[in-house]
């Protein structure tokens, strides 16, 4: 893959290939203290669950190091207040990514961990600060690990031929890399079967008109975009044989929040006798959920939905909604694809034993 979504470099700057800009433009920014990160994940130049958390481990490390140049933190106690500031912070960039806080929440864990064993001076906050340095890589690293993994037992429900239908970005670029619903597709490719994705544009964003439809074409995967509404009647002419999409946030009865839209392919898609998948690692099953009415679901600036590009398509004045996100209840989920494997209904069992519940 000649792009990166976003990384840590040596020199403690993280660099994100900004999402606001692609296809037309390539450019990466260069982030040096954290609320520059949490800007970057509520702006969206970094989006999708998986790379939000990652982001939200890189900035917290940046925040982590930033305490040590302030006088008034003279230990652990004053450098943990500090920091769970930071944490809280961070988690509050956007609210339906069970992954922001489930990552935020390991590097807090760390802290309080490393607290009892490090030496109450500068030199044992340090240490702590180069530990969440660590822990952050291995969380990137863990997530493209993670992909894999569940492309490979992904790829077994896509036969050689399938046109599989997308919604959003669940690539590389809403992960660490490989992706998840798109990582799914690569690992199906790459056992030779001839895989066609079809791709939603996702209004209003457009993560799949400007995003899918580049990391599919820069990795030489066949793919041809629709306009989100045209969906139904490629279903009804029988040219999708799948449908495959990522997820935000899936409650522990299997009911998943993912790109405002997704709903109405899944009904779709049941109504056609067409497969629905979700893949997603196990940081995004929030498994002290009860359902998917629990999930917070983020609400956007309507000039999102009242501009494109800048450029204003409805009237002055004009009233909008522009949630972000909905919640597909289970009934319409085929499987969910994970890293440790394919769940299939009953989802409350099925996802209570893979946490070992
Ligand atoms: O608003 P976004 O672009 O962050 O939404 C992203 C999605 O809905 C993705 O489908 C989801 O995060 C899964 S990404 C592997």
Redesign the pocket.
């Known amino acids: 893959m000649a792009f990166y979504t976003l990384k840590l470099r040596d020199d403690d700057v993280v660099e994100m290939l900004d999402?606001r800009k692609l296809p037309l433009e390539i450019i990466y920014v260069e982030l040096k203290t954290y609320k520059e990160v949490y800007d970057a994940i509520k702006d969206?130049i970094v989006?999708?669950?998986?790379?939000?958390g990652v982001s939200a481990a890189f900035g917290l490390y940046l925040g982590a190091k930033s305490l040590l140049d302030l006088p008034e933190v003279n230990g652990y106690e004053t450098f943990k207040k500090k920091f769970f500031d930071i944490a809280d912070f961070m988690f509050s960039a956007?609210p339906?990514?069970v992954?922001l806080g489930w990552a935020i929440g390991r590097i807090k864990e760390l802290v309080e961990t490393e607290g009892k064993n490090v030496a109450q001076n500068n030199a044992g906050l340090k240490k702590i600060v180069s530990r969440i340095r660590v822990e952050s890589i291995k969380i990137y690293d863990e997530d493209i690990e993670i992909n894999k993994n569940m492309g490979r037992y992904g790829a077994s429900l896509l036969k050689d031929g399938f046109n599989v239908l997308t919604?959003?970005?669940?690539?590389a670029l809403?992960?660490a890399g490989y992706?998840?619903?798109l990582g799914v597709i690569r690992a199906a490719v790459s056992e030779n079967k001839k895989i066609s994705v079809i791709s939603d544009e996702t209004r209003p964003?457009l993560?799949g008109a400007r995003l899918t439809t580049w990391e599919l074409m820069e990795d030489g995967i066949p793919v041809t975009l629709i306009a989100d509404n045209s969906a139904g009647l490629l279903m009804r002419k029988g040219k999708i044989d799948a449908v495959i999409?990522?997820?935000?946030r899936i409650a522990s009865n299997g009911d998943v929040a993912?790109?405002i839209g997704?709903y109405q392919v899944a009904v779709l898609a049941k109504e056609n006798n067409i497969p629905f998948y979700v893949?997603?690692p196990l940081s995004?099953i929030d498994i002290n959920l009860e359902s998917g009415d629990g999930i917070p679901i983020?609400e956007r600036d309507i000039n999102e939905v009242v501009m494109v590009f800048g450029k204003r398509i409805a009237p002055e004045n004009a009233k909008a909604l522009n949630y972000?996100?909905d919640v597909t209840p289970n009934r319409y989920v085929s499987a969910i694809i994970t890293e440790k494997g394919i769940l299939y209904p009953d989802y409350k069992k099925s996802i209570a034993d893979v946490f070992g519940k």
């Open positions: 999402q969206m989006r999708g669950a998986p790379a939000i956007r339906t990514a992954n919604h959003c970005n669940a690539g809403a992960t992706g998840t619903a964003f993560q999409v990522g997820a935000d993912n790109k997704t893949a997603a995004t983020e972000a996100f």
